[in-house]
Each structure stands twice: as C-alpha cells, then as structure tokens.
C-alpha cells in the first residue's frame, strides 16, 4: 500500500486502466485515487469501487501527491497549462503516460524543477501485466523507486533512455494490438478448419499465453523454441514458410516502423 494519494488526469482507456491496476494489485486504497474528465458518467464503475470521480482537475491536483496525466497528445498542453498553479514541486510528482510528449515540454508547461516521469504502459495494466517502459527528471532517488514500485505492482518496468520512449510505445503499448490481432486472425483460420469460435478463441490465446512464457520464464530465444515444433517435412514448416511467403515478419516490421514514422512525423 503506498499511502499516496493519485489523481488521474483523463480517465479514458489508459487512465482507467491505471485506476483498475491500482486498485486490483492493493497498490492504492479506492479513496486514494482520484480519476479525472469532463464526462464522468463513464467512469460508474469506478465510483461504484470508492474511487473519487471528479472533473475538477485544479481540485484533484491540488490534493495529490502523485498526478498521472492520461489525457491525448494534443490536449496536453492546453489542460495543463492553466493548471501550474495547482501544481506543488516540492512535495508532488507527475507522471505522463502521453505518448510524444517530452520531458522538456512538461517542465514547461507546469513547474521549473517538479519531478517528472514519463511512462509508457499498456492496456494490459488494469490485470497487472504491462510492460512499462520509465524515465524521468528532477526526481530522488527515493522518487524514482517510487515510481518504479508502482508501475512493478502493475506488472514489469524496466528503466530507458527517453530518447527511446517514441519506440516503447510502438512496441510496447501498440504492441498489445498487434499481438491481438495476431490472434484474432489466427481465431478466423481456426474457425476455418473446424473450430467454433469460443474453442478457437481459447486455444489462440492459451497458445500465443504459452509461447510468451517460454520466453519470460525460461529465457529462451524465439527460433530455438521454433526449432522444436518444426517437424522436418512437417505442417509447421510448410505453415511457417507459407506466412514467410506471404510477407509475415516483413508486414510486422513494416507495421512497427509505420507507427514509429507515425509518432516521429506526426
Ligand atoms: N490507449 C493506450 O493503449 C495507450 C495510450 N497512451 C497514451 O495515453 C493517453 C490517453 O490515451 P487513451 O486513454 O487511449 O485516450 P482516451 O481518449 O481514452 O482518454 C483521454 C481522456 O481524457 C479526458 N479528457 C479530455 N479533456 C480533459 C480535461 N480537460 N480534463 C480531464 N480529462 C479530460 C477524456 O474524457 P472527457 O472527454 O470525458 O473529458 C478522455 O477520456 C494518450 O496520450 C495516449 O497516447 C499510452 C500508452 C497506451
Ligand atoms: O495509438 C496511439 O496513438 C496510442 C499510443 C500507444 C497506444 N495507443
């Protein structure tokens, strides 16, 4: 339990996320957090658990020790903006979980020395499985735990460069679609050979479940394990080759780049 209170700043998809990952990992009591928007009817179910719902964001940030800002790239700076007042660099810390938004541009948008992290998470925090990728300024080393500790109870951080928060987010937070898509088609191919969609959706997800841990627990690189199922003269191969053919690995790099150009470009 951290004791902190946490305003969210734009309890949309992300924001809530958070919120739920909080509150399922014991990291925060419901009356600790405090999720802000304009329209906070979608935001029952969190209420219904004791988190605090308000669209008073000057309110919220005012009596948090931690605000998380979860709002879109191109509202960040007006939101914020007029609300440096609110703000308190000696006691607080914020962490953004906006995507292209530099350390350097939240300095100076809010205040001159407030401790400020970037986060990159993805969806899978509300059932404490994101990989978020961190980095922060102006913060202790006491603060950087912090931060750290939190985003470890939401699943697994690990410590970057900022200069590579803009490939994070490609892999990482855009990965969780691509990975899903991945299944889904896999789901339509199972269902093409014979599978009613629930059975097919199981096997999927248990599968592609199993291949991850493989590599998570027992350290392993992907092309051994590949090696292992591939039968000589078998149907993985014959499987494999055929998807290679038809442009597999090369659509997925192509795919991540595009996302990156996306975020880089604009
Ligand atoms: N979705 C994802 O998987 C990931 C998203 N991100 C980043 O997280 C950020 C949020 O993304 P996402 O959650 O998908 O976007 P959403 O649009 O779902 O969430 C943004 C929320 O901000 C609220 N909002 C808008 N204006 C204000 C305001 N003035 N005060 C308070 N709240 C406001 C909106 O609600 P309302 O209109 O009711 O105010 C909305 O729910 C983005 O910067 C994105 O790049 C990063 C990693 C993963
Ligand atoms: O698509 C997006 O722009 C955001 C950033 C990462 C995930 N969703």
């Known amino acids: 339990m951290s004791g902190k209170k946490i305003a969210i700043i734009g309890g949309g998809n992300l924001g809530s996320a958070i919120a739920k990952g909080l509150l399922k990992s014991g990291f925060s009591k419901a009356a600790e957090i405090t999720v802000t928007k304009r329209n906070t009817a979608t935001l029952k179910d969190l209420k219904d658990q004791g988190v605090q719902v308000e669209s008073d964001n000057a309110k919220a940030i005012s009596q948090a020790d931690v605000v998380v800002v979860a709002l879109k790239p191109y509202n960040v700076k007006e939101v914020l903006s007029e609300l440096r007042a609110s703000f308190d660099a000696k006691k607080q810390i914020l962490i953004s979980v906006v995507t292209g938004v530099f350390l350097d541009d939240l300095e100076k948008i809010t205040l001159p020395g407030l401790p400020i992290f970037r986060a990159m998470p993805?969806?899978?925090?509300?059932?404490?499985?994101?990989?978020?990728?961190i980095c922060g300024r102006n913060a202790s080393e006491e603060q950087h735990q912090y931060v750290q500790k939190m985003f470890d109870q939401l699943g697994v951080s690990v410590n970057i460069d900022e200069k590579l928060m803009d490939a994070a987010t490609v892999l990482g937070a855009c990965?969780?679609?691509?990975?899903?898509?991945?299944?889904r088609a896999s789901i339509q191919g199972g269902i093409e050979i014979g599978f009613d969609a629930r059975t097919a959706n199981l096997i999927v997800a248990q599968t592609v479940k199993g291949a991850a841990e493989l590599l998570i627990k027992e350290k392993r690189h992907p092309e051994e394990e590949i090696d292992k199922v591939t039968?000589?003269?078998?149907?993985?191969?014959?499987?494999?080759?055929?998807?290679?053919?038809?442009?597999?690995?090369?659509?997925?790099?192509?795919?991540?780049?595009?996302s990156m150009d996306k975020i880089i470009k604009g």
């Not at 969806?123 to 499985?129: L, V």
């Open 175 to 183: 990965g969780i679609a691509y990975a899903l898509r991945f299944i």
């Open 122 to 133: 993805n969806t899978a925090i509300a059932i404490q499985e994101s990989i978020t990728c």
């Open 231 to 258: 039968t000589p003269k078998g149907c993985t191969i014959a499987g494999l080759n055929e998807m290679e053919h038809q442009g597999f690995s090369s659509s997925l790099i192509k795919g991540i780049t595009a």
